[in-house]
């Protein structure tokens, strides 16, 4: 149980996937304007990440090395995130349109989001069995889900700052986001 923890933990904090591995960027500046928009779209990563990261690890254990086609992991781990994407979009349109409009463009971009597939590479690489995986997944998810919350929060409130006009829109949310990597970097001594 210890060792669980200590993966759920490290993948958020130490190595979190946006601030230590600057994976999955595009969302991360994209979805964090508002808090709202930003906890939705980490609630959707958390879904499709910890999902995804069971799924690729059956198949991986199951079909690709029993078949000694493990060079094709990539593939099939694409395939199986854009079909759990696909089925998050539908949830998504049905259950909570506001949510689904306001994600716009980016919900179907988790399909290509390399937070995601970068999360079920790390499972094959670092060779966790299905309980590991699906933790690990877990805690990249939630760290990717704090990042963004983080950020969407420090974004709306300096939206009324009097900010200079050369650091107005994108150069001020990456400062901010440098300065969130910065302040991450005290995690690394954790674990």
Not at 155 to 160: G, L, M, N
Request: overall charge neutral.
């Amino acid at each position: 149980m210890k060792e669980l923890i200590l993966v759920v933990v490290g993948a958020a904090l130490v190595n979190n996937i946006i601030l230590s591995q600057f994976q999955g960027l595009c969302p991360f500046l994209g979805v964090s304007k508002k808090t709202d928009t930003a906890a939705g779209m980490g609630m959707a990563v958390i879904f499709v990440i910890t999902l995804s990261s069971a799924v690729t690890s059956l198949i991986y254990s199951f079909v690709l090395v029993p078949l000694n086609v493990t060079y094709l992991q990539t593939i099939a781990f694409i395939l199986v995130i854009a079909a759990l994407v696909q089925f998050v979009e539908m949830f998504l349109k049905k259950s909570m349109p506001s949510l689904y409009q306001a994600l716009g463009v980016f919900l179907p971009l988790i399909t290509t989001n390399c937070a995601v597939l970068g999360s079920a590479l790390t499972n094959v690489q670092k060779e966790y069995n299905f309980i590991f995986s699906v933790f690990n997944g877990l805690g990249t998810a939630v760290g990717f889900t704090i990042a963004i919350v983080l950020l969407a929060s420090i974004r709306e409130s300096i939206e009324d700052n009097d900010i200079p006009y050369n650091f107005k829109g994108s150069p001020i949310v990456l400062v901010t986001a440098g300065l969130m990597a910065i302040a991450f970097m005290g995690f690394s001594g954790l674990i």
